[in-house]
T-cell receptor, first 114, second 112 residues
């Protein structure tokens, strides 16, 4: 296991289209997090899962956003009816429930809405 | 909401010098802090962490200092190298292991 994997690395989509991103966490990590990062800013929390349960969602996660982690392993983040303001880097992180608290981030998916 | 900020958006240092990056936070309930390094096109990379019951922690060439009285965090990098050039973020949480609040970031440039 080489870390947190995100796919795709880059996505260009037309406004109004739906997009889906995938995150594969470190295999033994129970917790999985989604963040969004715009240029020049720090990451902003969107949501997190403990195993398959989605335990917390940010106000930033509008109705057009949905995240799933059906089997407690990989997760998907879907954005429906994309808007130009959705253009950002979408970062996934994972961590152990116990022990090491610090997150391990993936390299992110860069979304550009045109 | 939370407020985590950095005093300086950019910092340039000569190779071999020590670097100090500062961060202020506003939530007195914050109990866990992390410094991250982010290189262009990559996700944030964990550097060092510190809990609120400590005021100093050292790693390899890095030291984090926490002053809870003034809600201030700093990252010291010894003998800065060109590979240290990146954006550095502090992040804090008040409920350890859940969502973190990140500052804007400080861009460190190491001059050879």
């Amino acid at each position: 296991d080489t870390g947190v994997s995100q796919d795709p690395r880059h996505k260009i989509t037309k406004r109004g289209q739906n997009v889906t991103f995938r995150c594969d966490p470190i295999s033994e990590h129970n917790r999985l997090y989604w963040y969004r990062q715009t240029l020049g800013q720090g990451p902003e929390f969107l949501t997190y899962f403990q195993n398959e349960a989605q335990l917390e969602k940010s106000r930033l996660l509008s109705d057009r956003f949905s995240a799933e982690r059906p089997k407690g392993s990989f997760s998907t983040l879907e954005i429906q009816r994309t808007e130009q303001g959705d253009s950002a880097m979408y970062l996934c992180a994972s961590s152990l429930l116990q022990g090491t608290i610090g997150y391990t981030f993936g390299s992110g998916t860069r979304l550009t809405v045109v | 909401g939370e407020s985590v900020g950095l005093h300086l958006p950019t910092l340039s240092v000569q190779e071999g010098d020590n670097s100090i990056i500062n961060c202020a936070y506003s939530n007195s309930a914050s109990d866990y802090f992390i410094w991250y390094k982010q290189e262009s096109g990559k996700g944030p990379q964990f550097i060092i962490d510190i809990r609120s019951n400590m005021d100093k922690r050292q790693g390899q060439r890095v030291t984090v200092l926490l002053n809870k009285t003034v809600k201030h965090l700093s990252l010291q990098i010894a003998a800065t190298q060109p590979g240290d050039s990146a954006v550095y973020f502090c992040a804090e949480t008040a409920n350890t292991g859940n969502q973190f609040y990140f500052g804007t970031g400080t861009s460190l440039t190491v001059i050879p």
